[in-house]
């Protein structure tokens, strides 16, 4: 299976500033890549999805990228508050039948 | 807007016991998932259900475990025989359009 690289300390940023969050892929590009929300005791929310054919896509304040050659995707929350505090999951579709392998996550903290 | 629904929402129960945790996934998915979360770890894949039957399952799936919709509308997992490993929280998952949409969690823990 992939191995999947999140940042795994906690991303803390001012509120107004934009985070940055990395994932890393090993082995072979997915079919998709996923962006999720996860907030404490509660199940994943899903963001963004990007295609392998897709450099870049965006939603509201939400911006994803997908590198296939660096095998990397960066998420980045513009003009953060403090609402967005929770932690971010990158997953892989692996291309079978749904199923996605999930980072481990990297925890935003955005401060007033 | 719909949602993936689970109940319970916290369950116990003893180290040996059969338990069923319940979900109803959107009424027009096809595709339906369960995952688990173990405390401070990933979110793990367990199973993919499609037409009735599992189209595929991880290592974790094992003879202990089985789903089911048994009618149009519920989806369950039901471990066997619960380990204290078994403790966890349990997710639902259903898709449309490559977007999962995952149910609020079943949080298992086994004593």
């Known amino acids: 299976s992939q191995k999947i690289e999140q940042n795994s300390e906690a991303l803390n940023i001012q509120e107004g500033k934009t985070a940055t969050l990395t994932c890393n892929y090993t082995?072979?590009?997915?079919?998709?890549l996923q962006w999720y929300r996860q907030d404490p005791g509660r199940g994943p929310v899903f963001l963004l999805l990007i295609r392998e054919n897709e450099k870049e896509k965006r939603k509201e304040r939400l911006k994803v990228t997908f590198d296939t050659t660096l095998k990397q995707s960066l998420f980045h929350i513009t003009a953060s508050q403090p609402a967005d505090s929770a932690t971010y999951l990158c997953?892989?579709?692996?291309?079978?039948?749904?199923?996605?392998?999930f980072g481990a996550g990297t925890q935003v903290v955005v401060t007033p | 807007e719909p949602e993936v629904t689970q109940t319970p929402s916290h369950q116990v129960t003893q180290m040996g016991q059969e338990v069923i945790l319940r979900c109803v996934p959107i009424?027009?998915?096809?595709?339906f998932y369960w995952y688990r979360q173990i405390l401070g770890q990933k979110v793990e894949f367990l199973v993919s259900f499609y037409n009735n039957e599992i189209s595929e399952k991880s290592e974790i799936f094992d003879d202990q475990f089985s789903v089911e919709r048994p009618d149009g509308s519920n989806f369950t997992l039901k471990i066997r025989s619960t380990k204290l490993e078994d403790s966890a929280m349990y997710f639902c998952?259903?898709?449309?359009?490559?977007?999962?949409?995952f149910g609020p969690g079943t949080r298992l823990t086994v004593l």
């Open positions: 009424s027009n998915h096809l595709y």
């Open positions: 997953a892989l579709d692996l291309g079978s039948w749904g199923k996605l392998q």
């Open positions: 998952a259903s898709i449309y359009d490559n977007e999962q949409f």
């Open positions: 082995n072979y590009s997915p079919a998709y």
